[in-house]
């Protein structure tokens, strides 16, 4: 009996000890990979954009480099769509094998990101003047954005992976704090307005895109849609149940060509007067 309970013990103690061995060396590993790194534990590609480890330059294809794959991968996703973008499609496109990508980034999510930096950029220089109007400045940066997505609106199907983490990322969320550098809130009720304004931009611009493509689909020119629209709404709405539909309806609005900015300003507009009091409730 008091045998077994000894090597039950010392069974314990050896595995106590290997599960430990086990946790020292993925530290140690870790930190290997940090030291060879840039320390920050992102991917290689990613440290290599902030230049903190040199950019592979030399693969098993010559001239093959990770900006060539980042430009043909853009070019692709402009033309097609970033659903067209995987890693076999883009070595097709560069005439190499798949497996040769994977010299330079890990895996898609990884491409999509360093895509993303390359075709947002860096902001227009004065974008932003810190001693001027708060407002102003957070007008400029998300009419700024909203060009970005215009160009390229492949962007914003492009998954969220997490906080900026590249240049250019980083650049552009400096620009809207900069904006409030004046106005006396505090780092979290900024952070909270960039996410506000930066997100009304990408959902305005996400929402056009997906209107167009479906007038597209219909054949209709947008007027012409969203008049067949509204003569269909006016045969299906009951203005006892729908009350308030069927006064929006009668008003005739949907009938009137819109500007293809006037839903966005107006947005924009309203989300900056709640900040604006937010602002001016700090002031008090």
Same mark, same amino acid.
């Given at each position: 009996?008091?045998?077994?309970?000894?090597?039950?013990?010392?069974?314990?103690?050896?595995?106590?000890?290997?599960?430990?061995?086990?946790?020292?060396?993925?530290?140690?590993?870790?930190?290997?990979?940090?030291?060879?790194?840039?320390?920050?534990?992102?991917?290689?590609?990613?440290?290599?954009?902030?230049?903190?480890?040199?950019?592979?330059?030399?693969?098993?294809?010559?001239?093959?480099?990770?900006?060539?794959?980042?430009?043909?991968?853009?070019?692709?996703?402009?033309?097609?769509?970033?659903?067209?973008?995987?890693?076999?499609?883009?070595?097709?496109?560069?005439?190499?094998?798949?497996?040769?990508?994977?010299?330079?980034?890990?895996?898609?999510?990884?491409?999509?990101?360093?895509?993303? /930096? $390359? =075709?947002?950029?860096? &902001?227009? +220089?004065?974008?932003?003047?810190?001693?001027?109007?708060? %407002?102003?400045?957070?007008?400029?940066?998300?009419?700024?954005?909203?060009?970005?997505?215009?160009?390229?609106?492949?962007?914003?199907?492009?998954?969220?992976?997490?906080?900026?983490?590249?240049?250019?990322?980083?650049?552009?969320?400096?620009?809207?704090?900069?904006?409030?550098?004046?106005?006396?809130?505090?780092?979290?009720?900024?952070?909270?307005?960039?996410?506000?304004?930066?997100?009304?931009?990408?959902?305005?611009?996400?929402?056009?895109?997906?209107?167009?493509?479906?007038? /597209? $689909? =219909?054949?209709?020119? &947008?007027? +012409?849609?969203?008049?067949?629209?509204?003569?269909?709404? %006016?045969?299906?709405?009951?203005?006892?149940?729908?009350?308030?539909?069927?006064?929006?309806?009668?008003?005739?609005?949907?009938?009137?060509?819109?500007?293809?900015?006037?839903?966005?300003?107006?947005?924009?507009?309203?989300?900056?007067?709640?900040?604006?009091?937010?602002?001016?409730?700090?002031?008090?």
């Amino acid at each position: 009996m008091a045998g077994d309970q000894d090597e039950k013990a010392a069974r314990g103690e050896r595995a106590a000890q290997r599960e430990k061995a086990a946790r020292g060396e993925k530290v140690a590993e870790e930190a290997k990979v940090a030291q060879e790194g840039g320390g920050t534990f992102l991917p290689p590609s990613i440290e290599a954009v902030w230049g903190l480890r040199e950019r592979p330059t030399k693969g098993p294809k010559p001239g093959l480099s990770l900006d060539r794959i980042v430009a043909a991968a853009v070019a692709l996703a402009s033309a097609e769509g970033l659903a067209a973008v995987s890693m076999g499609r883009v070595a097709k496109e560069l005439g190499v094998s798949t497996m040769s990508l994977y010299r330079y980034v890990s895996a898609k999510n990884e491409l999509y990101v360093l895509m993303q /930096e $390359a =075709a947002t950029g860096a &902001p227009p +220089e004065g974008l932003v003047d810190p001693e001027g109007d708060w %407002r102003t400045g957070l007008e400029r940066v998300a009419w700024a954005l909203r060009e970005i997505y215009r160009r390229s609106p492949w962007l914003l199907r492009v998954p969220v992976s997490g906080p900026p983490s590249t240049p250019n990322g980083v650049a552009w969320w400096e620009q809207l704090l900069l904006a409030m550098a004046g106005t006396g809130l505090d780092a979290g009720e900024k952070l909270a307005v960039t996410l506000l304004v930066s997100g009304f931009v990408k959902n305005d611009a996400l929402m056009m895109v997906e209107l167009t493509e479906a007038v /597209e $689909a =219909a054949g209709a020119e &947008p007027h +012409e849609a969203m008049l067949q629209y509204s003569r269909t709404l %006016r045969r299906l709405v009951d203005p006892v149940a729908f009350p308030e539909v069927a006064k929006v309806m009668d008003s005739g609005i949907l009938d009137q060509a819109d500007g293809p900015d006037d839903d966005f300003r107006f947005g924009l507009a309203r989300i900056l007067d709640g900040v604006a009091a937010l602002v001016e409730g700090r002031a008090s």
